[in-house]
């Protein structure tokens, strides 16, 4: 008996000390290092897919490219562009820009940069399959003036080739890089404030303060950790366990982490809604008549159906371009009050007293299904047999395809007119399956595209956005923000860049300095 | 017993040729667009049709099987279509974060599973009815839901243990107890209610065999008649139990890793589903088809040790 006893004793107490053991030695990253350096540990819904920025879009994983790589022109949290390598540009003519940059540049492998690389670097991103090559189908050729400038000559009025510099079509990799692109798979070969030390694919990413950085920025982050958390969920209970100093969040998440002391920020940044692609009427005839368009606007409650889905996190609109852009009209945002009785009229006088058959591309992705059942009510309300057609996993072969005349989408609310009309309006934009081409807005985009004068060309970009609107080329909802939540007590300078998703460490510093 | 292991080896090499073949079709049929991640949301039809020839999408499926087996063969499971690196180097990087998991898992499952299930058929009385009513609770809830619970309670609240994560264990020993702690139980403890079940059944059913009298008539220790001679009988229903569970923590594990943001295969192969990433999504199956067959050869085997019996079957 005394043996069993001594046998249980025995067991529970090396349970103890094992416990006891696990448990203080804690693993938390959230304290500085030992040795006085600020280290800041941000969750990342992503991995890092190679360190190509070819491969880089605005999103969760982007930081591990921003962190590596200095852009040619850089943006501030309104969307104003500031300069980055480029030190000036400089539309000579609509098809004509010329750009100075700096020479003073050093790359983590030690070379320097001068106009000939800078060159290479965009005929690469220009030629090579990525997330923003279409920004740049409007270079026609590039040329070296000399050792720090160079010209552009387009093939098109483009004026948000300066906007494109800032994103990863921006960003210089050293000339190792790119006579070796296959380097970039596994390791940074930037010039940005920080440069890659080590990662664990799809897990943990460290970067180091990168003592070569001559850029505008002025870091107060040493060593910036990225960990992949793929799940909000698991991102913020990594946040409230101390693992994880900065997290993404939805609106809920977001509140959860206020709730329990941390800081949350928002940013608006992407327009839902329901998208009319078929407006001649090809695959739904109905909705070649501008009126049954405008009357499914009229029958949304956007201000009902924004606060079910983004509670005080959104902001209802008519319109599809973002508040950053220069074809932003306040407007038009209640351009299309709820007023169902309206669209029952409209929808009697264009013909369809009784409505009709509307199929509406959807896919399970962002929470979309949810926003699209959210709103079909208010169509069915006018007689509209809206249904959804969940095609999550080939959403946009059907939407090339012209296989539905609407879907359910969102699209980010941008920072530059042109740029949203390249993705949403022109014959060729993926959100313009049907290639729909009317000539009225085609005359308004190329005079707007065409003037160089900034406020001019803001007010006819703003033509632009009241047609698109009166035409009701779509059905948008709201503007919704995204979310961040971090450590407050650890850090500070946390702010979302115009039109970002994800907020980027330059201004990360310690908390009350 | 040598030609039982062959027999047996001939069977596990065919059935993960039948799976990757299956498993090809299936990924084949599959409408992803892989472009679409490639070239992102600003991609033009024409950009994206140009690709999808580039990278040989357009190819007859049979032509492109008859490719991938050829890599196959060669032990080239091909490049990722995203991070255009090696398929298998990539798998080999993620498979020790699920294999951790599920051999522990199971590791866990087994050691906990048996010393209760024979402890709640040998002490009987309210012993087994505790241990019998915790297993049936404890097998209600599914392991992400217990996850969760779990991070809550230790990471979150009691901040005892990380709630994501996971460190290496050549890198440091006490972090990866720390790391693995918390998924280990969420991954294995259902398991192990169903194998206190059968191990308790099948002790009860050992224990009336007149042989087990036979061999307390002779005077042996009872722990020697239960833990060794008995348990040993009653092994063989419990290791079919243990080799259905394994299969399921396998499954279990792409859960568990999204819910402890764990760099293992489930993720990646979630990932790669979720962007039509073929090459990378066919790694992972037959990897998986492996490391499963492989794991019921080993039960197979052990029958055959344990019963002589099954040998002739």
């Known amino acids: 008996m005394r043996s069993r006893k001594l046998r249980v004793t025995t067991g529970v107490a090396i349970f103890g000390v094992a416990t006891l053991v696990l448990t203080s030695c804690s693993g938390t990253t959230n304290a500085s290092s030992t040795d006085g350096s600020f280290e800041v540990t941000a969750a990342s819904l992503e991995g890092a897919p190679t360190f190509d920025p070819v491969m880089y879009m605005n999103g969760a994983a982007y930081d591990y490219a921003a962190a590596a790589y ?30 100075d940059i700096r020479t003073d540049v050093v790359f983590e492998d030690g070379s320097g940069l001068d106009a000939e690389l800078v060159a290479a670097n965009l005929e690469r991103y220009r030629t090579t399959p990525g997330t923003y090559q279409a920004r740049l189908n409007s270079i026609d050729t590039i040329t070296v003036v000399d050792e720090d400038s160079l010209s552009l000559t387009l093939n098109t009025a483009d004026q948000s080739l300066p906007q494109a510099f800032s994103l990863s079509v921006g960003m210089m990799v050293s000339q190792a890089a790119i006579d070796d692109p296959d380097l970039l798979l596994t390791d940074t070969y930037g010039s940005g404030p920080w440069v890659l030390d080590s990662y664990a694919e799809d897990s943990e990413y460290h970067y180091i303060r990168n003592p070569e950085y001559s850029g505008p920025l002025d870091v107060a982050v040493d060593e910036l950790n990225f960990t992949v958390i793929t799940d909000l969920t698991a991102q913020l209970n990594a946040l409230l366990a101390g693992d994880v100093d900065l997290i993404s969040a939805q609106w809920s998440q977001r509140e959860t982490a206020e709730a329990q002391g941390f800081a949350a920020l928002s940013s608006e940044s992407n327009v839902g809604g329901i998208w009319l692609f ?3 009427g090809a695959v739904v005839p109905a909705l070649a008549d501008v009126r049954v368009r405008q009357a499914i606007n009229y029958a949304i409650d956007r201000e009902a159906v924004g606060t079910a889905l983004w509670s005080e996190y959104q902001r209802p609109s008519s319109a599809v371009f973002g508040i950053y852009t220069t074809a932003y009209e306040e407007s038009l945002d209640d351009y299309y009050e709820y007023d169902p009785e309206r669209a029952m009229e409209l929808l009697a006088e264009a013909g369809y007293p009784d409505g009709f058959d509307l199929p509406i591309l959807a896919r399970s992705m962002f929470g979309e299904i949810q926003r699209l059942e959210a709103a079909l009510p208010y169509l069915e309300a006018i007689g509209i047999n809206a249904t959804v057609e969940d095609r999550t996993n080939d959403y946009f072969d059907a939407m090339t395809n012209q296989e539905y005349g609407a879907a359910q989408g969102q699209q980010n609310g941008g920072t530059n007119s042109y740029v949203n009309m390249s993705n949403m309006l022109a014959p060729n934009a993926q959100l313009n399956p049907f290639e729909t081409v009317d000539p009225a807005l085609t005359a308004l985009i190329q005079d707007a595209a065409g003037e160089l004068e900034e406020d001019a060309a803001a007010t006819k970009w703003q033509a632009v956005n009241e047609w698109v609107v009166e035409n009701a080329w779509f059905a948008p909802v709201a503007f919704y923000h995204t979310h961040t939540a971090w450590n407050d007590d650890k850090l500070d300078g946390v702010s979302f860049a115009a039109g970002q998703t994800y907020p980027l460490p330059f201004e990360w510093r310690p908390a009350g300095e | 017993m040598t030609l039982y292991i062959l027999r047996r080896l001939g069977i596990t090499v065919l059935m993960v040729f039948i799976v990757v073949t299956l498993a090809f079709f299936l990924v084949a049929l599959m409408p992803n667009d892989v ?3 490639i070239l992102g949301p600003d991609a033009t039809r024409e950009a994206r049709d140009a690709l999808r020839e580039e990278m040989g999408l357009n190819d007859p499926a049979l032509f492109r099987y008859f490719s991938f087996i050829t890599g196959l063969l060669q032990g080239d499971l091909g490049t990722s279509y995203v991070s255009r690196q090696p398929v298998v180097t990539q798998v080999l990087d993620r498979m020790p974060v699920t294999l951790t998991l599920s051999i522990g898992g199971i590791i ?4 906990l599973g048996v010393v209760l299930g024979v402890v709640a058929a040998t002490r009987g009385g309210w012993v087994d009815s505790a241990i019998r009513g915790s297993a049936g609770v404890v097998q209600a809830i599914p392991n992400f839901w217990l996850a969760v619970l779990l991070v809550l309670v230790f990471a979150v609240n009691l ?49 009336a065999k007149d042989y087990m009298q036979t061999l307390r008539a002779t005077g042996l220790p009872e722990w020697r008649v239960i833990w060794i001679h008995g ?10 139990v243990i080799g259905l569970q394994f299969v399921a923590l396998f499954g279990g594990a792409v859960l568990i890793e999204q819910v402890f943001a764990l760099p293992g295969v489930g993720s990646l192969v979630v990932a790669s589903v979720n962007v039509g990433d073929m090459p990378m999504i066919l790694g992972v199956v037959v990897a998986l088809s492996v490391v499963i067959l492989l794991m019921n050869l080993l039960i197979d085997i052990l029958y055959g040790v344990l019963n002589p019996k099954a040998r002739l079957a």
């Open chain 2, 159 to 207: 901040k005892l243990l990380p709630a994501s994560g996971w460190t290496p264990i050549a890198e440091n020993p006490l972090d990866f107890l720390r790391s693995a702690t918390l998924p280990l139980l969420a991954i294995g403890l259902a398991a192990t209610a169903a194998v206190v079940r059968q191990a308790r059944v099948a002790m009860m059913d050992v224990q």
């Open chain 2, 35 to 37: 472009t679409s991640a």
């Open chain 2, 231 to 240: 348990l040993r009988n009653a092994s063989i229903p419990v290791l079919t």
């Open chain 1, 278 to 280: 078929d407006r001649a």
């Open chain 1, 70 to 99: 200095e852009t040619l022109v850089m943006y501030d949290d309104e969307g104003n562009l500031l300069p980055g390598i480029a030190t000036a540009w400089e539309y000579t003519t609509p098809t004509e820009m010329t750009m």
């Open chain 2, 108 to 111: 866990l499952t087994t050691v």
